[in-house]
């Protein structure tokens, strides 16, 4: 077992700092404020991206030159409408929830923000969309977001990568989860599936990847950014 960390001494410096630069470097409109609040309302509050990590997946998107992209895991839809923004009205978003509670505030909110006509709001089991999404066989994805139920994270890398090419970015959220990704023994099937995932693109050959620690209004955890070779 690895030491548990005070969380408490820290978290409010966390929050400062967030709160800083989100003021200086981070615009949200009022269809993002709203769609972030609206998270309240959904099967998981508080489990959406915090808006400078929104921001940085729309500034990753655009540095890719990303104009499509799949996401696991839509919640109430406020990273999609940063990446619908990021690709533009020409771009598309694909985009994957289990819960059609969620899939209703998200659809409200895409409305608000101007983009439904950038996104596929798709609801079910990712798994089982993603096997028809590659069935379909589309044009690949630029950059995937997998950010759903984190025990099937093997599965959804899996399927990523029967939808993207050389070059893709894939982002894969929550890896760090306080520290506990560390953690042989920790009995949480969502730490099991992060280091199962690590695994998989450690093994892949065609996977170049980091993970990058956060702190911030969301806690202490990361993101894992790999790219196919
Ligand atoms: C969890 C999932 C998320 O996607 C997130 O951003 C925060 C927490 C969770 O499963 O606990
Ligand atoms: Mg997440």
């Given amino acids: 077992m690895t030491p548990p960390v005070n969380r408490y001494e820290t978290t409010e ?12 470097l981070v615009f949200e409109d009022e269809a993002l404020k709203v769609a972030r609040e609206s998270g309240a309302r959904t099967t998981m509050p508080n489990a959406e991206v915090a808006p400078n990590q929104g921001a940085f997946l729309a500034l990753l998107a655009k540095i890719a030159g990303a104009r499509r ?6 919640l109430a839809g406020y990273s999609t409408i940063w990446f619908a923004r990021a690709v533009g ?7 994957f929830e289990l819960e059609q509670q969620n899939a209703e505030v998200a659809r409200r909110n895409f409305e608000r923000a101007g983009v439904s006509a950038q996104i596929d709001l798709q609801v079910g089991l990712a798994a089982e969309l993603a096997d028809r999404l590659v069935a379909s066989q589309p044009a690949p994805f630029d950059l995937v977001f997998i950010d759903a139920d984190k025990p099937n994270n093997p599965a959804y890398l899996a399927a990523s990568l029967n939808l993207t090419s050389p070059g893709a970015v894939i982002v894969i959220d929550n890896v760090v989860r306080d520290g506990a990704v560390v953690e042989t023994d920790s009995g949480d099937a969502r730490v099991d599936g992060v280091r199962a995932v690590t695994e998989q693109i450690a093994e892949h050959p065609d996977l170049e990847a980091m993970a990058l620690q956060t702190v911030g209004v969301k806690g202490w955890d990361g993101l894992i950014i790999a790219r196919r070779k």
Wanted: proline share 4%; hydrophobic share 45%.
């Fill in 89 to 95: 009205p020409s771009g598309l978003v694909v985009t």
């Fill in 69 to 74: 992209i799949l996401e696991f895991g839509t």
């Fill in 13 to 24: 410096a966390w929050r400062a700092v967030d709160d800083y630069f989100c003021d200086r």
